[in-house]
C-alpha cells in the first residue's frame, strides 16, 4: 500500500528557513512527478513546486529563488527546502506523487510569524 508521510514543518519567524520532507513507501519517486502543494484556511490548494523523475523542476513565482526541491532516491525522499521564509507562505504543506489525483500525504503545518 502506498503511503507518504510529510515532516518538518513548524513556527518560525520572517526570514527564517525550514526544510520539509516527504518519506514515502511502496512507491518509487524515481517514476513520477513529485509535487508540493500549499493551502491556507479558506483558500485554495496550489503547487508550489515540483520535480520529474529527469531531475527538471518548476516553481510557482512567488517562491522562485526562496524554495528548493530536491530528491534522495536511497531514502525515497523527497525535500523542499524554504528559505526567507515570509508570513505569506504560511500554510499546510502536502506532498503529492503522480500528479493531484496521484497519492497525497496528510499535510504538515507550516507557520512563519514574529
Known amino acids: 500500500q502506498v503511503q507518504l508521510a510529510e515532516f518538518g514543518g513548524g513556527l518560525v519567524q520572517p526570514g527564517g528557513s525550514l526544510r520539509l520532507s516527504c518519506a514515502a513507501s511502496?512507491?518509487?519517486?524515481?517514476?513520477?512527478?513529485v509535487s508540493w502543494y500549499r493551502q491556507a484556511p479558506g483558500k485554495q490548494r496550489d503547487v508550489v513546486a515540483a520535480i520529474a523523475s529527469d531531475g527538471s523542476t518548476h516553481y510557482a513565482d512567488s517562491v522562485k529563488g526562496r524554495f528548493t526541491i530536491s530528491r534522495d532516491y536511497a531514502k525515497n525522499t523527497v525535500y523542499l527546502e524554504m528559505n526567507s521564509l515570509k508570513s505569506e507562505d504560511t500554510a499546510v504543506y502536502y506532498c503529492?506523487?503522480?500528479?493531484?489525483?496521484?497519492?497525497w500525504g496528510q499535510g504538515t503545518q507550516v507557520t512563519v510569524s514574529s
Open positions: 511502496g512507491i518509487a519517486f524515481s517514476e513520477y512527478v
Open positions: 503529492a506523487v503522480g500528479g493531484p489525483r496521484g497519492y
